[in-house]
Every structure is written in structure tokens, then in C-alpha cells.
């Protein structure tokens, strides 16, 4: 059986992909619940920004690219040195781009969303997990999906694809760690307001403000949650993703807009 988490004010919280959007938006949740925090980008402005809203040595910041696992591994020897051993790990890091598998600079643009969405998650879990077996508490593992991994979206292959392989491999992480007192959690938001979907032409049914989507994670978090999506209507609109049959899924995204084929 999982033991209880550690009570909030007391956490060390490390989260990927925190110069804006969730991961931002998660950071100053944490920071301002008392956690130590320990936040990566590849943009270091933003994390200066943020460490500077709070006491000195509250947050750490990291300069890091996710698909450098060495890299990865060096943030994490780091922080467990300053900190102790983080309470949870939030891989948040991820990109979105329109891609067109007819269109062949659109393959490197597969090759980075992988990266980044899937091994970039990878990279984050692997330094923390042996530190965290020998801790003697409690610990969690976070992943953000999305539920554009429920069913293929058109225009948005490598995207889709990414959040399902990640919907999938954070199912196998947490049967992996269930006699190791670390719990695993996936996140999958529906559209939630942050740059990258600011871009978005289209409508968006159910955007959800990112301090409030921020919120609505961490108190699933807290309470150890193995899968959820957010907001809720959105976990409706899922299971009626997941039951329409093939040929009418085919009939409704016939002609649906399609993302813009920028990275965001």
C-alpha cells in the first residue's frame, strides 16, 4: 500500500518545461504553497523571472534541453544534492507543430515532437527513480499527456501519436512501480489557455485558464490519482472519443481544421 504524501509545504517538487504555459503555471502553485521547487526550460529568462518572485533557494533553475539525458541526469544529481530527494517529479515538457506526413521537412518535425513528448518524459523519470526506491517515502511520478492521444487528430500526427505513446508508457511505469511506494500519475488536459494553444484558429470547447487547469492538477496529484483528464467535460467528451466507431471518426475529421505547422 502507498503511504501518505508529504504535506505540501513540506515538498520538493522538480517540474520540466517550466518557462510558461502549465509547467509556469505549476511552478507557482508549488512555490506558493511553501515547496522547494526545482524547474527546467530551455529558456533561462523565464526561470530567472520566476526565481526572483520568491525567497532565495526556494526555486532552483535549470538550463536544460530534455532530450539530453546526460543533461537530465546532471539536474537531478544536482537538485537531490540541494534538496534531498524530490516528493514529485512533473514531466511537463512537451511541443505541438501541425505535421503533414506527406510533406518531407515535416519528418525532422516528427523526429523532435518524439523527442521532446516521449523520451523527453523518460529522461526526466530515469535519474530520479533509484534515489526514490531507497528514499523510505513516499514519491510520485507526473506525466503530461493530452487528450489529443485518445484518437488521431488530422494535421496533428507526430503530436497525437506522442501523447498516446506517452498515455501508454506512463500505464507501464506505474505497474512498474507499485511495489516501490512511488505512485504514478498521468494528466491529460483538454484545451488549456497557454501559448501553444494561442495559436489555435479553431475552436477550442472547454478552454480552461491555465492557473485554474494548474490547481485542478495538483489537487489530483495530491490525491494520488492514477489517470485523469482535465476539465471534466472534456473526460465526457473522451469516452465518446473512445467508442465512436472508425468510420464515423473518419466522416467527422474529414475537413477539420488542422494545427498550424509551427512549433509551439
Known amino acids: 500500500m502507498l503511504s501518505a504524501p508529504t504535506p505540501a509545504a513540506s515538498q520538493r517538487v522538480f517540474i520540466t518545461g517550466a518557462s510558461s504555459g502549465i509547467g509556469l503555471?505549476?511552478?507557482?502553485?508549488?512555490?506558493?504553497?511553501?515547496?522547494?521547487?526545482?524547474?527546467?526550460?530551455?529558456?533561462?529568462?523565464?526561470?530567472?523571472?520566476?526565481?526572483?518572485?520568491f525567497p532565495v533557494g526556494q526555486c532552483l533553475i535549470f538550463?536544460?534541453?530534455?532530450?539530453?539525458?546526460?543533461?537530465?541526469r546532471v539536474c537531478a544529481e544536482h537538485f537531490i544534492t540541494a534538496t534531498g530527494v524530490p516528493d514529485i517529479i512533473i514531466a511537463n515538457a512537451g511541443v505541438s507543430r501541425g505535421t503533414l506526413t506527406a510533406e518531407a521537412e515535416d519528418t525532422a518535425a516528427f523526429h523532435t515532437v518524439f523527442e521532446i513528448n516521449?523520451?523527453?518524459?523518460?529522461?526526466?523519470?530515469?535519474?530520479?527513480?533509484?534515489?526514490m526506491r531507497t528514499a523510505h517515502k513516499?514519491?510520485?511520478?507526473?506525466?503530461?499527456?493530452?487528450?489529443?492521444?485518445?484518437?488521431?487528430?488530422?494535421?496533428?500526427?507526430?503530436?497525437?501519436?506522442?501523447?498516446?505513446?506517452?498515455?501508454?508508457?506512463?500505464?507501464?511505469?506505474?505497474?512498474?512501480?507499485?511495489?516501490?511506494?512511488?505512485a504514478v500519475t498521468t494528466i491529460a488536459p483538454g484545451y488549456i489557455r497557454t501559448p501553444m494553444t494561442d495559436v489555435n484558429s479553431y475552436r477550442m470547447p472547454f478552454l480552461m485558464d491555465v492557473d485554474i487547469a494548474a490547481s485542478k492538477f495538483a489537487t489530483a496529484?495530491?490525491?494520488?490519482?492514477?489517470?485523469?483528464?482535465?476539465?471534466?467535460?472534456?473526460?465526457?467528451?473522451?469516452?465518446?472519443?473512445?467508442?465512436?466507431?472508425?468510420?464515423?471518426?473518419?466522416?467527422?475529421?474529414?475537413?477539420?481544421?488542422?494545427?498550424?505547422?509551427?512549433?509551439?
Open 25 to 53: 503555471a505549476l511552478a507557482r502553485h508549488y512555490l506558493r504553497q511553501g515547496a522547494i521547487v526545482g524547474v527546467t526550460a530551455r529558456r533561462l529568462a523565464p526561470l530567472q523571472a520566476l526565481a526572483a518572485e
Open 221 to 264: 496529484i495530491a490525491k494520488r490519482k492514477r489517470f485523469v483528464i482535465v476539465p471534466w467535460q472534456m473526460a465526457w467528451v473522451a469516452c465518446i472519443l473512445r467508442i465512436i466507431p472508425r468510420w464515423l471518426w473518419d466522416r467527422l475529421t474529414k475537413n477539420a481544421p488542422h494545427k498550424p505547422r509551427i512549433e509551439i
Open 63 to 72: 538550463q536544460v534541453d530534455v532530450r539530453d539525458a546526460s543533461a537530465m
Open 118 to 131: 516521449v523520451f523527453g518524459m523518460v529522461h526526466t523519470f530515469q535519474p530520479f527513480i533509484h534515489a
Open 138 to 182: 513516499p514519491g510520485q511520478l507526473v506525466g503530461i499527456a493530452s487528450v489529443a492521444g485518445i484518437r488521431g487528430l488530422p494535421g496533428a500526427g507526430a503530436y497525437s501519436a506522442s501523447k498516446s505513446a506517452a498515455i501508454t508508457y506512463l500505464e507501464s511505469l506505474r505497474t512498474e512501480m507499485q511495489n516501490d511506494n512511488i
